[in-house]
C-alpha cells in the first residue's frame, strides 16, 4: 500500500522516454531514444552541436511530438499532452538562451511565477537567498544585468515553481567560467535537496561533476551511457572522433 505521504512519483521514473523518434517535417532527428531519470536524480545528456539534445528537450516537454515511440511522466502516458499541463505535473525548464523578460525588473520577473500559487515574498525570499546578486538588482530591468545574472534570474523562477523535475538547457552557454562554476554548484544543491534535474549540456565534464548518470547522445542515437566514472572514453568518441 502506497503512503498518502508519498510524493505521486515516487514509484516511478519522474521522466522516461521510450524509442523514441522524432522529427521536423521530413527530417527526423531523433532515432530511437530511450532515456530515464529517477526521483532525485542528476542525469546529464551529453552530446556535440546537432546531437539532438535539444530535440528531446522539446519532446520531454511537449513542444515536439514523437512520430513515434512513449514520453512517460511518473508513468503517465504523456504524447500529445499540453506543455501548461506538463508544468502543473512540476515539470519545468531553464531554456537556453535564459529565457527572462529583459524589459521587466528583476521582481517582476519573479512575479511571473506566482501563477503557480506560490507567494511572491516566498519566491523572492529564496530566490534572494540563493543567488544574493539578485537582491540587490531587485529594481533593475533584468536585461541590463550581466549574463551571469540572468542565468541567475532564469534558474531562480524556474525553482520558485518548486519543480519536481527540472530541465536545463545549456547552463553555460556564454558565461565566463567562474560562473559556470558557481551555477553547477547551485544545480549540485537543487539536487542535493532532492529535485529530479536532467542537465543538457555541451561541457559534458562540468556537467558529469554533479550527473549521477550520463547519457552521450550522437547523430540523434544514444552511443553510451553509465556513471560519470564509465564515459571518458565514449566522450573521445562523440566529441574528438577517437576510438
Same mark, same amino acid.
Given at each position: 500500500m502506497v503512503s498518502v505521504s508519498?510524493?505521486?512519483?515516487?514509484?516511478?521514473?519522474?521522466?522516461?522516454?521510450?524509442?523514441?523518434?522524432?522529427?521536423?517535417?521530413?527530417?527526423?532527428?531523433l532515432h530511437g531514444v530511450d532515456l530515464r531519470i529517477g526521483a532525485g536524480q542528476a542525469v546529464a545528456l551529453l552530446g556535440a552541436n546537432g546531437a539532438g539534445?535539444?530535440?528531446v528537450l522539446r =519532446?520531454?516537454?511537449?513542444?515536439? *511530438?514523437?512520430?513515434? @515511440?512513449?514520453?512517460? #511522466?511518473?508513468?503517465r502516458h504523456v504524447n500529445g499532452v499540453a506543455t501548461d499541463e506538463l508544468a502543473r505535473l512540476g515539470i519545468c525548464t531553464v531554456p537556453e538562451g535564459r529565457g527572462i523578460f529583459p524589459n521587466l525588473t528583476v521582481a517582476d520577473n519573479l512575479r511571473m511565477g506566482t501563477y503557480s500559487g506560490i507567494s511572491l515574498e516566498e519566491i523572492e525570499q529564496s530566490a534572494y537567498e540563493r543567488f544574493p546578486k539578485l537582491a540587490a538588482r531587485r529594481n533593475q530591468q533584468a536585461g541590463t544585468m550581466s549574463g551571469g545574472e540572468q542565468q541567475m534570474l532564469s534558474?531562480?523562477?524556474?525553482?520558485?515553481?518548486?519543480? =519536481?523535475l527540472l530541465l536545463v538547457? *545549456?547552463?553555460?552557454? @556564454?558565461?565566463?567560467? #567562474?560562473?559556470?562554476?558557481?551555477?553547477f554548484e547551485e544545480v549540485a544543491?537543487?539536487?542535493n535537496e532532492g529535485t529530479s534535474v536532467l542537465i543538457i549540456e555541451q561541457f559534458a565534464r562540468k556537467a558529469l561533476q554533479v550527473?549521477?548518470?550520463?547519457?552521450?547522445l550522437n547523430n540523434g542515437v544514444v552511443?553510451?551511457?553509465g556513471s560519470p566514472d564509465e564515459l571518458n572514453q565514449a566522450l573521445d568518441v562523440a566529441y574528438l572522433g577517437k576510438r
Open positions: 508519498e510524493p505521486w512519483y515516487v514509484h516511478e521514473p519522474l521522466l522516461e522516454l521510450k524509442n523514441v523518434f522524432a522529427g521536423y517535417g521530413q527530417i527526423e532527428v539534445k535539444t530535440s =519532446v520531454a516537454t511537449g513542444l515536439l *511530438e514523437p512520430t513515434s @515511440g512513449c514520453v512517460h #511522466i511518473a508513468g534558474l531562480a523562477r524556474a525553482l520558485a515553481t518548486r519543480p =519536481v538547457d *545549456e547552463l553555460s552557454m @556564454g558565461l565566463a567560467p #567562474i560562473i559556470v562554476d558557481q551555477l544543491r537543487i539536487v550527473a549521477t548518470w550520463g547519457i552521450v552511443e553510451a551511457q
